[in-house]
Nanobody
């Protein structure tokens, strides 16, 4: 069972990035999935979730700027990030399944937002 994030990179404040999380080895169609991030020196933060029925939730820090979605046919989770801020700089992780959508984890992808 693997989750693999991609799409991270460097962008200027106000810009956009789109992250992907591709699943393999398991069907995640019946699982909730989530995006998290961890900035240097800070605790990991769950920033968005999407249930198996596509119900979404967002942390206040990203609400209105980030959009989570999933493509079950392609077994991919997405995070569209707009209006990026320097404080969005972090390692971003996806996770899936379990009661709190954290049974499986990806390795992370770095997002750096410069002013």
């Amino acid at each position: 069972v693997q989750l693999a994030e991609s799409g991270g990179g460097s962008v200027q404040a106000g810009g956009s990035l789109s992250l992907s999380c591709t699943a393999s080895g398991y069907s995640f169609r019946s699982c909730g999935m989530a995006w998290h991030r961890q900035a240097p020196g800070k605790e990991r933060e769950m920033i968005s979730t999407i249930s198996a029925s596509d119900s979404t939730n967002y942390a206040d820090s990203v609400k209105g700027r980030f959009t989570i979605s999933r493509d079950n046919a392609k077994i991919t989770l997405y995070l569209q990030m707009n209006s990026l801020k320097t404080e969005d700089t972090a390692m971003y992780y996806c996770s899936a399944c379990g009661e709190v959508y954290q049974s499986y984890w990806g390795q992370g992808t770095q997002v750096t937002v410069s002013s």
